[in-house]
């Protein structure tokens, strides 16, 4: 809890102070088969964030500049404040030293990422490169506090897209860790690609909360002109304009995270 709590001041700190820019509107809720799909609308933040300015720079090394940091979670990983939110709060527990995000994730990825988990509403994501959704190479796992539209869905293995899901009683990273590296291998994600002596993966989000742990291998991350990642596989979808909102409400939630990932045969 703790975490959140230094969470929460230094957010109002850089709400009031103008260094963090939300780059989505309010929750729009959309009902389709059932399910309350949470709709936000990008702000011209999204411009900012893609300026090579901020894009050109490796945000997830000291000192920096463009997250607010929140604290060490050990040795090697820091606790960071994305001062792009697409929730706010919005947290990214990042390496120090640089390690691609298309390699194996380790223990200690998930030993750092657990240590945010710690409320029943925190939504872990973690996008594993461009196809995947990630706009930053550097690792970083990230986290949300949201509620889940999927989530239903999720635990009761009614997904139509492939996929592993692991049902927990509470986090340990060493289950955690087992479980990805069995998923990894029956989903067929690794390969035998090295890069800097690190094995490549093929590309997946993972979405993690108290409850569960689900994994979905990726095959493209844009469908017309939307673009996916981690977080639209818990029922939350992040459009730029009504016109593309009014497409994705005709093409459908749930056909769009299919052709994101693999359709179940």
């Known amino acids: 809890m703790m975490l959140w709590n230094a969470c929460a001041e230094k957010t109002k700190l850089a709400l009031g102070n103008g260094d963090l820019l939300p780059l989505t509107s309010d929750d729009i809720i959309y009902q389709q088969e059932g399910v309350n799909y949470i709709v936000n609308l ?4 999204m ?12 945000p997830f090394i000291a000192p ?3 997250c607010d940091y929140i604290k060490d979670m050990d040795t090697d990983y820091v606790c960071l404040l994305n001062r792009f939110p697409i929730v706010v709060p919005h947290l990214l527990i990042c390496a120090k030293d640089y390690i691609p995000q298309t390699s194996v994730l380790t223990f200690a990825d998930f030993n750092a990422w657990v240590q945010g988990i710690t409320r029943s509403d925190v ?21 949300v506090r949201t509620s889940i539209p999927l989530e239903s869905q999720i635990v009761n293995g009614q997904l139509p897209f492939k996929h592993a899901v692991f049902l927990y009683k509470g986090l340990n990273p060493n289950q955690l860790y087992a479980d990805y590296l069995d998923a990894m291998e029956s989903l067929q994600l690794n390969t035998t690609k090295l890069v800097n002596g690190l094995s490549e993966c093929l590309p997946y989000n993972i979405l993690l909360t108290e409850r569960w742990m689900l994994i979905i291998p990726r095959v493209k991350n844009q469908v017309e ?10 029922g939350r979808f992040l459009v730029s304009s009504e016109q593309q909102l009014a ?8 056909r769009f995270l299919i052709d994101c990932g693999f359709e179940e045969k």
């Open 247 to 254: 497409w994705l409400e005709n093409y459908g939630f749930m």
């Open 123 to 143: 939504l872990g994501f973690f996008n594993s490169g461009h196809i995947a959704g990630s706009s930053q190479m550097h690792r970083h796992m990230q986290l």
């Open 64 to 66: 920096y500049t463009h």
């Open 42 to 45: 990008l702000t011209d933040n």
């Open 225 to 234: 002109t939307l673009s996916g990642h981690g977080v639209n596989f818990s």
């Open 47 to 58: 411009e900012i964030k893609h300026s090579p300015a901020v894009s050109a720079q490796d």
